[in-house]
């Protein structure tokens, strides 16, 4: 016995070593600050006011295809970039040589080809602005909104979106060189004091820095590899079906169309149903826990289609099956990093398997059932971030601190509480909810808290899998980089260098344009690269991504793109980018009717949304979030009125959805059809995750093995709802 004290002492005091050393530095100091400073203090409600709310919009890593790292923060250690991690303002990515990788965010999507810096200088729902330090990005605006801002700032230019389509940003080696090519919609230039009106099918090349700098124009090249790629997955995005039940502004959404099934309820409407997931699975259970500021702890989860049902909505279990019931259709979505509700007060048997440290627990919240935040927010996102995501029956029961005498019907039901031992939890390592077994006896005396008291460690911002080895950095040149902005970054991104703009002493420039393509220098050189940057890639890659052709090509010289034609691009002369492919890209293909042409049109949106609009005919309004009335129900810039109600959904019938038919022969190869992947098998990285074993057969798999208690899936408890 005194042997067993003696070796926990020693752990102890290893442990609190390792804090003082990671504590010690200043960014993680820094960063330890200001977890400290966001972490609830007491199972409280919501604060005074709205002063302090998070983002209600994250960007998700949603395709990985090569070296991707990521840096949370945009300081401290740089790790392996994960599946589903959310990305906020001031993350870093790093998209490595030969490599390439694809961010969702709302109405905008990024596609990042290989040698791409990229990160969020303002991210939430009025405005996206990303700085990119250098590299490709392929990205496209689906829909454009009153008081929208779309920026991307370089070295030597900040670009914003005027109208809603494709667009197409190369910043040379440099960093002294950018071209922006308008593939649809329109944008607007500034640099060295001026600005410059990009139209539809034109590109513009911008050399020099600061106010020294030559802008010229001409037509646009024609698509290269990135391009078609970025194409490929917008044209999925756009003929998605899930688009008939969930509000489009749900990131990931479009993945659920190959791993599940939609389904019809009578208590909530449309619920989408996982085509295979193993025997005793419950939702949060197959992924791990992160820090990601300013919310904490998030879940990041292992499956492909793991985004969406885990950051917006809620979950019920319907006597066999676990099924996903998205937020009202009409409501603009508002990201959560868990709905979840956490565990306290274990009875007896809780600590078993756990070991020297204890552990945590938690189920998920099911559908009308009040979501409450263990991080700092304000009454109106205390609002916004239920209402927007469930249909809340009594309204008291998010209002001050009502949701104490809730019943949540899951609390107490073992199978669907998931746990995990302290370490797992704080360390990011994968969740083996097969490890704990439960009963009703040892859940009977927990209670429901936001309050877990955890506290993150070095390696809860990028999980356990993120951290071991060496990965591909950019360089420092790279990194410390200043770029020109026009919109003023968030706090979150002060850390970051920016110029910004003096905007009211840009005036209009004339940029003289070039006959044809442009064709001479190359906007990034990832095919002809400096020996210096050679030497600097090798000191910041591990020896694992040095082997030639062990990464997919994505060619970004734009100087081996073909310039035997110059396409011309079809503008979008609405707010809405339909995805309809320009001229180059099969021009004949075009759709008599676009997506949500019901959206476009309505005779319920003002005039500046409909056709014909740009953003430059919308009245004038803030651009940053952060000055929006913090008790907005976030539908102010939506012009569409809400359904009628039906039942406890919050919406009559599944929105209709045309999506286009491309009847000719393209001008690439992308494959129209996307067909259903097997029946899953994922890998959790890393940790060593054991799956129970997976079922066979027909029809819906899953959910907790045997039936919950109380109807509906109810657990220790009825159904009361205060």
Known sequence: MKATFTGKSIAASLLCLACLLFLSSPSAKAQAQDNVANLATSDNGPSANDNNNPPALVARISVIEGSVSLQPGGTGDWGAAALNRPVTIGDKIWVDQNARAELQAGEESFHLGGMTALSFLNLDQNIIQARLAEGAINFRVREMHQGDTYEVDTPNLAFTVREAGAFRINVSENGDFTRVIAIRGQGEIAAGGQTYALQPGQSADVSGTDNNVKVVTAAAPGPDQLDRWAQERDLKEDNSTSAQYVN???????????????????????????????????????????????WGWSWVDYAPWGFAPYHYGRWNYYGGYWGWCPGPIFARPCYGPAFVGFLGGFGVGFGVGFGWGGGYGWFPLGWGEPYRPWYRCGPGYWHNVNVNNTYIHNGTTINGN?????????????????????????????????????????????????????????????????????????????????????????????????????????????????????????????????????????????????????????????????????????????????????????????????????????????????????????????????????????????????????????????????????????????????????????????????????????????????????????????????
């Open 402 to 722: 009502n949701f104490r005498n809730f019943n949540y019907r899951y609390a107490h039901n073992p199978n669907a509480v998931t746990t995990a031992s302290h370490n797992t939890f704080v360390n990011g390592q994968a969740v083996n909810r097969s490890a704990a077994h439960l009963t009703e006896a040892s859940l009977r005396g927990a209670h429901v808290t936001n309050g877990i008291g955890a506290t993150p460690t070095h390696a809860s911002y990028l999980g356990a899998s993120a951290t071991h080895g060496r990965v591909a950095t950019p360089p420092s040149s790279v990194q410390n980089r200043s770029v020109m902005a026009r919109t003023a970054p968030a706090a979150g991104a002060s850390h970051l260098p920016v110029h910004t703009m003096n905007s009211p002493t840009l005036h209009s420039g004339n940029a003289p344009r070039s006959s044809g393509s442009p064709a001479g220098r190359p906007a990034s050189n990832s095919q002809g690269m400096s020996a210096n940057r050679q030497s600097q890639l090798s000191a910041n890659r591990p020896p694992s991504t040095m082997t030639p052709g062990s990464r997919p090509s994505t060619t970004r010289n734009n100087s081996a793109r073909s310039n035997g034609s110059a396409r011309t691009w079809n503008a979008q002369g609405n707010t809405t980018d339909s995805g309809r492919a320009p001229q180059g890209f099969g021009s004949g293909n075009r759709p008599t009717t676009p997506p949500q042409t019901t959206r476009m049109n309505s005779s319920d949106r003002p005039p500046w949304a409909r056709s014909g609009a740009t953003s430059n005919s919308a009245p004038a309004a803030p651009r940053n979030s952060g000055n929006r009335p913090p008790t907005s129900n976030m539908n102010g810039n939506r012009s569409y009125a809400p359904p009628a109600y039906n039942g406890n959904r919050g919406y009559s019938a599944p929105r209709s959805y045309n999506a286009p038919s491309y009847n000719g022969n393209r001008g690439y190869s992308a494959p129209r059809a996307y067909s259903a992947p097997a029946p899953r098998s994922y890998s959790a990285p890393g940790g060593g995750y054991s799956a129970p074993h997976v079922s066979s057969g027909g029809g819906y798999h899953g959910g907790g093995g045997s039936a919950p208690h109380s109807g509906g899936g109810g657990g220790g408890g009825s159904h009361g709802h205060h």
């Open 248 to 294: 489009r502004d749900v990131v990931g959404y479009s993945d659920l169309d190959d791993y599940g099934t939609w389904k019809q309820e009578p208590d909530v409407g449309s619920v989408w149903v996982p085509n295979s997931v193993p025997v005793g699975w419950a939702p949060y259970s197959y992924g791990n826990w992160n820090w990601v500021g300013p």
